[in-house]
């Protein structure tokens, strides 16, 4: 097929790689502009971009799809269908239905479950048993088209956001592939989405990170692997900020919720009776570590309460 691809994080370089190894005809990469990034404010090429690049394939980076420009641009390509996969700007209908097939969409989640802009992170931050990939039909909703395939994917209660992430994009590049097979040989049947289920998945941001220890350790341990590896879960140890990358469910304890009540390992006290275990860590001004090497330079009285 020839196609138009727009993407733009890391989670749609693999559907990208996959498209070219499945040998279509990528006329055309639109991804966001390039944007200042870390400290020093460097300006940086999304990974799509440079993936395209890395590849030979053209790159358009317009900064609206709804300027006559942008039709104008997209129209000349007489492509056969418009991939999207984590772009992160809405398309107006006139480029939605541009092409015979129109804008096929991988999205990170079991729609309509987590529709929006962070699904992978939101079914782990939930603890949900699993999560999944959908390619759909899209419409000019909010990841309300018509489902075309779905892949579903367990969630261990290890796994942190981070990590589901490649595996739903992964995951998301094997779908798209099936799913243009199938529309060229009119194997897929479009499916309206239930209206049962749905709900939105928010950006995350930073006021999501502080630990509030009254929580069950069962939703702190959640939170602290649905935001690894950003923005981080975080809380306070003498009024110092403290990190958290990963941890586990403890025990039973009587103990108040914040207090640490164990130091081989890191414990400390969470609301419902039962302890959260704290592995790995990155204390304020220094590196990510193993709680138990922070621990041997920096002890910590059992009997402190951390705050948030």
């Not at 749905?198 to 939170?223: F, G, I, R």
């Amino acid at each position: 097929m020839k196609l138009i691809y727009m993407g733009t994080p890391d989670f749609a370089v693999p559907s990208l790689e996959r498209l070219i190894s499945d040998g279509h005809d990528i006329a055309l990469v639109v991804t966001q502009p390039d944007k200042p990034v870390g400290r020093k404010q460097i300006l940086t090429p999304p990974a799509v971009k440079v993936c395209a690049l890395a590849h030979d394939l053209p790159v358009y980076q317009p900064t609206s799809m709804k300027t006559e420009e942008s039709y104008e641009t997209l129209k000349a390509i007489g492509a056969d269908a418009i991939v999207v996969v984590a772009y992160g700007k809405i398309l107006p209908k006139r480029i939605l239905d541009l092409t015979p097939y129109g804008c096929v969409n991988v999205h990170g989640s079991l729609l309509p479950r987590y529709r929006g802009a962070a699904p992978v992170q939101w079914a782990v931050l939930n603890g949900d048993a699993e999560s999944g990939v959908t390619t759909m039909q899209l419409d000019e909703g909010v990841d309300t088209g018509d489902i075309l395939l779905m892949m579903r994917r367990p969630i261990t209660d290890t796994m942190t956001g981070g990590e589901l992430f490649d595996l739903l994009a992964s995951d998301g590049a094997e779908l798209l592939s099936r799913t243009l097979d199938g529309l060229v040989h009119g194997e897929i049947i479009p499916k309206k989405q239930p209206t049962d289920g749905a709900c939105y998945a928010p950006m995350l941001d930073k006021s999501m990170c502080a630990l509030d220890w009254s929580k069950s350790a069962v939703t702190l341990h959640n939170q602290v692997r649905g935001l690894n590896p950003w923005p981080v879960a975080t809380c306070r140890v003498d009024d110092k900020g403290l990190k958290v990358y990963v941890s586990r469910v403890g025990e039973v304890t009587d103990a108040a919720p914040g207090t640490v009540v164990s130091v081989s390992p890191l414990t400390v006290a969470c609301g419902n009776g039962v302890t959260l275990i704290l592995d790995e860590i990155q204390p304020e001004g220094s590196r990510r570590m193993a709680a138990a090497d922070y621990l041997r330079g920096h002890p910590i009285a059992v009997g402190t309460v951390l705050t948030w």
